[in-house]
């Protein structure tokens, strides 16, 4: 069974800090997935990560895949109080044929205005 | 522009009571999930089907079931809710492509209350 562990689970930051949130796991993924939840909303997908090594850049996030493909990294600038909700980390099975998601627990993040 | 549906919302039911919920895509995804996600954690995948093939996790109670009648709708049925069960249960799609590319999209849920 491949894990995802992600830290912090909770974050509490004013506007305007940055922050970063880890995604870590012992086994290799095919890929890595970053999503955010709005609470009473479903996950929405933000980025996927396939290289190892790769960065990916969305407005304030920046997102990066570790070189082994067993980690990732999500970075905010400047938060705002919209980046306010669960981010969650899901990976893909680095085995042939699997189409099925691994779930980090999420890491809840308020940002204070 | 709803690509995944979910009906109803916010669904109260009585301990023991069944209740089904629904899920419809307009993606013509092969692949539906349904996940079970309690307060601030992640998604819990309870089973999902691709196309008829029905997949069920081995530590899914067998008091959730589910239907795939067609391509486009999946229903998740509890025949006894319990208090455990108060949930939100999210409906997801994907192609279901291997190797790591594939992409699921999720619906906006079902809050379950069981009194």
């Known amino acids: 069974t491949q894990l995802l562990e992600q830290s912090p689970q909770f974050l509490s930051i004013q506007e305007g800090e940055n922050l970063t949130v880890y995604c870590n796991s012992s086994?290799?993924?095919?890929?890595l997935q970053w999503y955010r939840q709005e609470p009473g909303e479903g996950p929405v997908l933000l980025v996927t990560v396939v290289t190892g090594g790769e960065v990916k850049k969305l407005k304030r996030l920046t997102f990066q895949f570790g070189d082994a493909r067993k980690d990732s990294s999500l970075h905010i600038t400047a938060a705002q109080p919209g980046d306010t909700g669960l981010y969650l980390c899901a990976g893909y099975n680095s085995g042939a044929g699997s189409y099925q998601l691994t779930f980090g627990k999420g890491t809840k993040l308020s940002v204070i205005p | 522009d709803a690509m995944v549906i979910q009906n109803p919302r916010y669904q109260v039911t009585q301990f023991g009571k069944p209740v089904t919920l629904s899920c419809s895509q307009t993606l013509n995804h092969n692949v539906m999930y349904w996940y079970q996600q309690k307060s601030s954690q992640a998604p819990k995948l309870l089973f999902h089907?691709?196309?008829?093939?029905?997949?069920n996790e081995a530590d899914t109670p067998d008091n959730f079931q589910s239907r795939r009648p067609n391509t486009s709708f999946c229903f998740l049925d509890i025949r006894s809710p319990g208090l455990g069960d108060a949930a939100m249960y999210l409906c997801?799609?994907?192609?279901?492509?291997?190797?790591?590319?594939?992409?699921?999209?999720f619906g906006p849920g079902t809050r379950l209350t069981v009194l």
């Open positions: 997801a799609t994907s192609r279901g492509w291997s190797g790591g590319t594939d992409t699921q999209y």
């Open positions: 089907y691709y196309d008829k093939d029905f997949n």
């Open positions: 086994s290799v993924f095919s890929s």
